[in-house]
Nanobody, 126 residues
Framework: QVQLVASGGDLVQPGGSLRLSCAAS????????VGWFRQAPGKEREGIGC????????HYSDAVKGRFTISRDNAKNTVYLRMNSLTPEDTAVYYC???????????????????WGPGIQVTVSS
């Protein structure tokens, strides 16, 4: 079993950058793919990307492709979400989750994820 803890949420100005971290407080992330989701006020939770557990292959939604990057450091048992060129539309509660796999066809399905971390707030505002 894996317990996930996300950190790095903050208030940032439009055009700014932020890096979120998702660490395993118990267990190891080595064997898991890790996905990121977000939920904006009044909207459904959406999957924005994932990184596979092998070869570091990642997949992204169209909304964040080219602006967000997911990476992992297995030595630190941590996965990162680097967010650039942030806009107010990126304001949301962000979640990380661990799955046995992820691919381009399923990265945004919450049903493949076994463990979820608590959400953290990211606010983009001037």
């Amino acid at each position: 079993q894996v317990q996930l803890v996300a950190s790095g949420g903050d208030l940032v100005q439009p055009g700014g950058s932020l890096r979120l971290s998702c660490a395993a407080s118990t267990g190891t992330l080595d064997y898991y793919a890790v996905g990121w989701f977000r939920q904006a006020p009044g909207k459904e939770r959406e999957g924005i990307g994932c990184i596979a557990n092998t070869a570091g292959i990642s997949h992204y939604s169209d909304a964040v492709k080219g602006r967000f990057t997911i990476s992992r450091d297995n030595a630190k048992n941590t996965v990162y979400l680097r967010m650039n060129s942030l806009t107010p539309e990126d304001t949301a509660v962000y979640y990380c989750a661990a799955a046995g796999y992820c691919d381009a066809g399923a990265y945004d399905s919450p049903y493949i994820y076994l463990y979820w971390g608590p959400g953290i707030q990211v606010t983009v505002s001037s």
